[in-house]
């Protein structure tokens, strides 16, 4: 009945809410106000230049930059000369339809020559019918990347009699290019560009679609006179209405952990041919997103690699999915602080609970029951019980449950400055009264439950924080064009869903459930890592919405010095194993161990010393 829906294209009125904020804060009120005096103006600009000979040209704004937390370049923009031809401006043949193909070959020669092409390859550009990317029937692309000699090369001949007639119809340009520093790391995150009017650029997907306005600034105009050949003459500039050039955006990734965590992913997409799969590095002591990556992925900069659906572009970090067992610690943690269970209390497990006819298997203990004073809390975490969570989940009644989940942050949106955020709900988005006994125990172990794994991944960040629950942060600031903060976004804590010791106690749990339970793929020997598996049957709307496949999670923390760092890696569809223990959690390690490297952490001898897990163990699976 639960359908994994996924985000597929960001809500525009949620986007539009929260552009709208950002412009009332930046005082965008007033650059929309000068765009439409330009607007305006332009018109009356136009009418002028013609009657003067004149011409009206589009200054372009230049696109702000994305940084990373670091100041690196993650998005910029460089200026392109490009030289253009409009076929309609040959000569017709004696037809009367067709250009002219003797004059086109003499403008062939002619621009050949001045640009270093073969005259052949010009007049196919000139002459073809079918339009390259960025070309239409009036502009064919002739060079791209035109240095500023060939360009006055071409201007001397427009005034050169003898040769002006051919050089009509050839227009130099300048446009906007948007270069990628993270490669295919960070194109669901980031975004990508495509062109738009006067030579500009505009977003699609990711911060560049997010934050488009802020970053396009606004297009100038400049009334020129020109000369016969239709150049613009500098000196004779008459009147001039400045660009205003974007802003730019300081993030609160790092270019570095993107590329890790890619570089995992890519692996794990290799071994288990998934659907797509997503990690999130997050400081959960300040809500800081320092890594955000989603595969598939494309070179942002090769528009023509996007597949229909444009799924490169989609950010599976914020996709909603019911998460499984990952859902346990947090079930855990409400019930340890409503007090309807202790640390010591032991749940007897025969493997399975029938509920209202219906029954409920554990996996953990299908074949081994546990033993006496075994199943307690920590082990029920470990070992992912899911009798035991069942029984906790209706001591505490869907009232309690579903507030715990709404006091974690699960249920609302997470508020991260990206698109696609949505917020989570719990079956059909039934109100609390409507949930039924088996609806709350399903929930209770992460079925029956729509989450991101961002908003996972804050909760988890809540534990490992002493119950302190940061809100995710993508974007530190908004610089000018002269790189001065206009806006900064605080860190901001967005509530304590539980007390201190039960985060705590949680914790130690998530540590346990590495060193003995189901997250022995997480374990890396010197380091404190803690985390759970999670494994959820997903539903497929195409094949009459049954349980076909599978999601993979694990979510966890590594301890970076004194310093938790919180890892998830979701795993949707993985074939080779579908567990999160297998599809997941080794992944997880993968990043984690880069990450040490990385922030040169250095193993610990206390932890080299205590006993560690062996990691091939076969101890449980979800
Ligand atoms: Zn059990």
């Not at 809390?377 to 992912?384: L, P």
């Not at 759970?532 to 993979?552: E, F, I, Q, R, V």
Request: aromatic share 4%; net charge positive.
């Amino acid at each position: 009945m639960m359908r994994a829906r996924h985000d597929e294209l960001p809500d525009p009125v949620q986007r539009n809410a929260q552009i709208l904020l950002l412009a009332t804060v930046l005082g965008l009120v007033l650059v929309l106000r000068v765009a439409y005096l330009q607007t305006f103006k332009k018109a009356e600009f136009v009418a002028e230049a013609k009657s003067r000979r004149a011409k009206m040209r589009a200054i372009q704004p230049r696109r702000g930059d994305i940084t990373d937390r670091n100041g690196v370049l993650m998005a910029t923009t460089r200026d392109v000369r490009r030289v253009t031809f409009d076929p309609d401006r040959l000569p017709r043949d004696s037809s009367g339809r067709r250009p002219s193909r003797g004059h086109a070959l003499k403008v062939a020669r002619l621009l050949g020559s001045v640009l270093g092409m073969r005259p052949a390859d010009v007049l196919n550009i000139i002459l073809s019918t079918t339009n390259r990317p960025g070309e239409y029937d009036r502009c064919k692309i002739i060079k791209e990347n035109v240095t500023a000699a060939e360009e006055a090369a071409l201007r001397w001949y427009s005034r050169k009699q003898g040769y002006k007639d051919l050089v009509k119809g050839t227009v130099n340009s300048v446009h906007s290019e948007r270069i990628y520093a993270g490669g295919d790391s960070s194109t669901a995150l980031i975004g990508m560009t495509i062109p738009s009017a006067y030579g500009t650029v505009v977003g699609t997907g990711g911060l560049e679609l997010w934050a488009d306005t802020l970053l396009t600034g606004s297009v100038g105009w400049m009334q020129a006179r020109v000369d016969p050949a239709g150049v613009p003459i500098p000196t004779a500039t008459e009147r001039v209405i400045s660009a205003a050039d974007g802003a730019g955006i300081k993030l609160t990734i790092d270019i570095n952990v993107q590329r890790i965590c890619a570089a995992a992913l890519a692996e794990c997409m290799r071994e288990h041919t998934p659907a797509g799969v997503t990690a999130i590095v997050l400081d959960p002591i300040t809500g800081d997103v320092l890594g955000m990556v989603s595969r598939p992925s494309c070179n942002p900069m090769d528009r023509s690699a996007l597949s229909k659906g444009f799924e490169q572009l989609r950010n599976r970090a914020l996709m909603l999915y019911e998460p499984g067992s990952v859902m346990k610690p947090i079930t855990w943690c409400i019930a340890l602080d409503a007090g309807v269970v202790t640390p010591s209390e032991v749940f007897a497990c025969p493997g399975y609970r029938m509920l209202d006819g219906k029954r409920i298997n554990c996996e953990a203990h299908r074949s081994r029951t546990p033993g006496p004073g075994e199943n307690i809390a920590r082990m029920v975490i470990a070992k992912s019980c899911n009798t035991a969570t069942v029984g906790v989940g209706l001591r505490l009644g869907a009232r309690r449950l579903v507030g715990g989940l709404q006091r974690f942050g699960l249920l609302t949106r997470t508020g991260i400055q990206a698109p696609g955020d949505k917020a989570g709900w719990v079956e059909e988005r039934k109100a609390v009264e409507e949930l039924k006994r088996g609806s709350t125990a399903r929930i209770a172990f992460g079925q029956a439950v729509m989450v991101s794994p961002l908003a996972l991944a804050a909760a988890y960040g809540a534990i490992v924080n002493h119950g302190v629950l940061m809100k995710p942060r993508l974007i530190q600031a908004i610089t000018d064009a002269a790189n001065r903060v206009i806006h900064e976004y605080p860190t901001e804590v967005a509530g304590r869903p539980v007390s201190a010791w039960v985060a705590d106690e949680m914790t130690s749990y998530l540590r346990t459930c590495v060193l003995k339970g189901t997250g022995k793929r997480a374990a890396i020997p010197g380091y404190v890592t803690g985390g759970k598996t999670g494994t959820a049957n997903k539903a497929d709307p195409d094949k009459g919405g049954g349980y076909t496949s599978h999601m993979a999670s694990f979510i966890g923390y590594i301890k970076a010095g004194d310093r938790p760092i919180v890892i998830a890696v979701v795993n949707d569809e993985p074939h080779n194993g579908y567990h999160g223990s297998v599809a997941a959690a080794p992944t997880w390690n993968r990043i984690a161990r880069e990450l040490m490297l990385h922030w040169h952490v250095a193993p610990t001898k206390a932890v080299i010393g205590g006993k560690l897990a062996d990691a091939t163990g076969s101890d449980g699976n979800d």
